[in-house]
């Protein structure tokens, strides 16, 4: 069986189990119904688990594997033994009441994706942001007291960015409003070392930039901020996921991820080419006296 890039979290292992038990579900020409009533549940259980949208009974899976007529011990231990690291908790878990548990659920969705495409019209996104940036974006402005909740966040955001730092495989593209990226965050040192940050960003070889300009008018705009998460290794359908000050919502069904995925092309479109892009960023450096 295949087993997950060294360092993943149990997102991907969750993602990984479900997706090789639905082949071997498949591969025996067994119904989800007839697999849900296997383990006393619901087919809607069984699709949560092959989408790797929740934790691993022990007694399921071996129950499973059992119905899918997996006898060879090696390979069932590694089955079991890839549930169990599902299981365990993720990083992001360790900075406790911190993170909300919606947000959590991202963490974990967003680790386990190779492809995320953003569009953003507030702040430059937390995945491209400098630390100095983070904690005025996450203390108000310094409004706030960078008490130990304002810290794990802001340590949370840097851990998110080093997964699109040290695997190239992993695929980042970001579409800006340039109102996000003008909005004064801080002084004008922490304005400039952001740009400067998001120049050089936009050379790396898994990093696509690119800013809608002012001059493509309010309708650029009209969507809101999004993200959608892919997962072409796993066969899963892609995910948007969008922010709220209280929650953040999961889209999962079709008609409402290709509506966003229509709008983020048009939003390519309209948008400054990435070297385009990167003049407009030495543009605004300048401008700030860099």
């Known amino acids: 069986m295949a087993q997950p890039e060294p360092g993943s979290g149990p997102t991907v292992r969750r993602i990984l189990l479900g997706y090789q038990l639905r082949q071997l579900r498949e591969s025996k020409g067994i119904s989800r119904a ?3 009533y296997k383990i ?12 790797g949208r929740v934790g691993f009974k022990i007694r399921d ?4 594997l ?5 006898e060879d011990p090696a390979v069932r231990s590694s089955f079991l033994t890839l549930a169990r690291e599902a299981n365990e908790p993720g990083w992001w878990q360790k900075y406790g009441e911190s993170l909300p548990v919606w947000f959590q659920s991202y963490v974990g969705m967003e680790e386990a994706a190779t492809q995320l495409r953003v569009y953003e019209t507030q702040f430059v996104p937390g995945l491209l942001q400098t630390e100095d940036y983070a904690r005025e974006v996450i203390t108000r402005g310094g409004k706030r007291k960078l008490d130990e909740t304002a810290k794990n966040r802001i340590a949370t955001r840097m851990r998110r960015q080093e997964r699109i730092r040290t695997n190239r495989n992993v695929k980042l593209w970001v579409i800006i409003d340039e109102p996000a990226v003008r909005r ?8 400039r070392a952001q ?3 998001l120049r ?5 070889p898994n990093i696509t930039l690119q800013i809608v300009p002012f001059h493509q008018g309010v309708f650029a705009a009209e969507t809101g901020s999004f993200t959608i998460l892919r997962y072409p ?8 996921y969008v922010e709220q000050l209280t929650g953040g919502i999961f889209q999962e069904k079709r008609s409402d991820v290709e509506q966003y995925t229509m709008a983020l092309e048009w939003l390519a479109v309209v948008a400054e080419r990435p070297e385009q892009t990167r003049h407009l960023l030495q543009q605004m450096i300048g401008e700030l006296g860099g």
Not at 41 to 47: F, H, L, T, V
Not at 184 to 191: D, E, S
Not at 200 to 204: A, G, K, M, V
Request: without cysteine; hydrophobic residues 40%.
């Open 61 to 64: 899976v071996e129950d499973l």
């Open 40 to 51: 006393r549940g619901s087919e809607s259980k069984i699709s949560r688990v092959e989408l």
């Open 195 to 197: 740009l400067q940050h």
């Open 184 to 191: 004064p965050v801080g002084n004008a040192a922490i304005m």
């Open 200 to 204: 050089q960003l936009s050379d790396e």
């Open 34 to 36: 007839d697999a849900a």
């Open 233 to 240: 290794e796993y066969d899963l359908p892609d995910v948007v």
């Open 66 to 70: 059992t119905f899918y007529g997996v």
